[in-house]
């Protein structure tokens, strides 16, 4: 089956504004969910796809997506390092508001022009396969990832880029199977170097995410990784010149 997919840069002739939490999304099932969601959907269509729109015109492309048919099956988001650094950007997550997500006018914003850019460092935002939230998954771990990541650093070095950081964690289950991000292990396959560690700081509070830590450090403690280096953030980062 992975064997159709096919993996590409995201275009304006289909903008994925939303994530693959509930399962793969088409052109035809993307602006519908569950009445009964308490998500602000249709706000953060009106808020996301103006902005994808404006990120894929000024830079040529914000994503790459693995697609089975019509379905898109994964995504990996990606922005120049100078666009997170804006005010307004937040953290980017097109499904939370400010400050986790972008302000609703950041779409109006003066982006820096790409022959201008002085740092030319892209960040992977998320990275997923399939939904982290079914309980069958048949598109994670069947090198999708890999090949979407492949991707984006072919077209970083097309289309000029020097660098490329991912955030990442300590090789845990949890960390693939619900988050957008992947283990260190993953992005070291691909020729990325740690530069940088510290505690994340969205998981020094245990109230806040409370079950997710304790099944993070117990999983952690199973594989012989330190309960505290669980909750580190880690930097890695692929040179491209």
């Known amino acids: ?30 602006d519908q969910w569950p009445s009964e ?16 729109k404006k990120l894929t015109r000024v830079y040529g ?14 995504h990996l988001r990606f922005y120049p390092k100078c666009v997170c650094d804006m005010d307004g950007a937040g953290y980017l997550c097109l499904q939370q508001d400010s400050p986790a997500g972008p302000t609703e006018d950041f779409a109006h914003s003066d982006f820096p022009d790409p022959a201008q850019i002085e740092d030319k460092t892209l960040v992977v935002h998320c990275l997923m396969t399939g939904s982290p939230q079914q309980k069958e998954n048949p598109h994670q771990r069947k090198g999708i990832g890999t090949r979407m ?69 117990e999983q952690a403690k199973a594989i012989g990784i330190p309960p505290e280096k669980a909750r580190d953030r880690l930097v890695m980062r692929l040179d491209l010149t």
Request: aromatic letters at 10%; hydrophobic letters at 40%.
């Open 1 to 30: 089956m992975t064997g159709d997919v096919v993996v590409e840069p995201m275009t304006e002739e289909f903008l994925l504004w939303r994530c693959l939490h509930g399962g793969p999304l088409a052109r035809d099932t993307i």
């Open 37 to 52: 969601s308490a998500m602000p959907w249709a706000c953060y269509r009106d808020r996301n796809t103006p902005l994808l």
């Open 61 to 74: 492309a914000c994503a790459i997506i693995a697609r089975d048919g019509d379905q898109v099956v994964g």
């Open 149 to 217: 990541a492949g991707a984006l650093i072919q077209w970083a070095k097309v289309n000029g880029w020097e660098r490329i950081e991912a955030d990442s964690f300590e090789d845990i289950p949890i960390i693939y199977d619900i988050t957008g991000s992947a283990g260190h292990t993953f992005w070291e396959k691909l020729g990325f170097s740690l530069v940088d560690r510290y505690p994340h700081p969205d998981l020094q509070d245990p109230s806040q995410f409370d079950e997710f830590i304790t099944t993070l450090e």
